[in-house]
């Protein structure tokens, strides 16, 4: 890996009033095209062009802040989790709301699992109750009780009950259908069996929850977290169990792991620390930092290919970042 690599000039992509709290990757689509989500909290979620952050659309309809948006694997759903106790699914090509689903308080998490056009939801905030929704019962918008109306709205049910001790932060659907990963604020990663509806793991973290997301540059299914001044890495496959943590001297709001490449990436999470840093995953040595963003960096992502990391701040801006060497895309 040539290390001259990524001191190229990222190029950073406007558009958006307000922090970025969340960016999140679709798969890679077709001939090495993929996509790219952002949140935000000016309650305008942006889809763009993966490889070159051009703007592609904006959803349209949330009333309050935007705190994490997904792509399904095949990029033709987007999911948005809002402030105005709402969760919304959307048709990538036309920009309609499919789905609109009603909450008794902010919704700060969404999750589609790893399938073409996904036909269910998983929704976690501030109620501290993991909700899974059945898509392909009913459109419009619903409500979170009503799993028998009949006015359209997908049905959903409750998972784990009164576990939840904090606000849920982040959901991670794994490569098996019937598991999903849990964060929350009681600074516990939690896994879930939607088979059982009950816990099969759970691991407490040092600090708050800053990211919790799956390297998706290879099928392995590696969970990192980023808490406090931690890093936590784990087989998504096997509930509770780290492969390692690691301390940094810095306070983390994100990390994003490639795997295949030996690398993470963390970000700053305060105003007087708004470095992203390149850190090698065997020997934790911190090999690049870099300087950019204007305020803390609340998501990191490598893309599907690996061959740059996406970052998104406080700022308003997210960066897409060269880690590859030769040109790729808009890098020349």
Known sequence: ??????????????????????????????????????????????????????????FLGHKGAVWQARLSSDATLAATASADFTAKVWDTHTGEALHTLTHNHIVRAVALPNQPRPQILATGGMEKKLRIFDLSRGSASSSPTDSSSSSGTPPSYEIGTGVHGGSIKSIVWTADPNVVITAAEDKKIRWWDLRTQNTIGEYAVEGVVGSCELDNTSSEGIL?????????????????????????????????????????????????????RVWDFNSEKELETNKGHHGPIWSISFSPDGKLYATGSEDGTIKLWKNTSGPYGLWK
């Open 1 to 58: 890996m040539a290390t001259d690599t990524t001191k190229v000039v990222p190029l950073t992509c406007h558009g958006h009033s307000r922090p970025v709290p969340h960016i999140h990757f679709s798969a890679t689509v077709e001939e090495e095209q993929y996509y790219l989500i952002s949140a935000c909290k000016d309650g305008n979620p942006m889809l763009r062009d993966g490889v070159t952050g051009d703007w592609i659309g904006t």
């Open 224 to 276: 990192s977290v980023a808490a406090g001044k931690s890093v936590y890495f784990f087989d998504s496959m096997r509930p509770g169990s780290p492969i390692k943590t690691f301390k940094t001297p810095y306070e983390l709001a994100s990390v994003a792991l490639h795997r295949a490449q030996g690398r993470f990436v963390t970000g700053g999470s305060s105003q007087n620390d708004t470095w992203v």
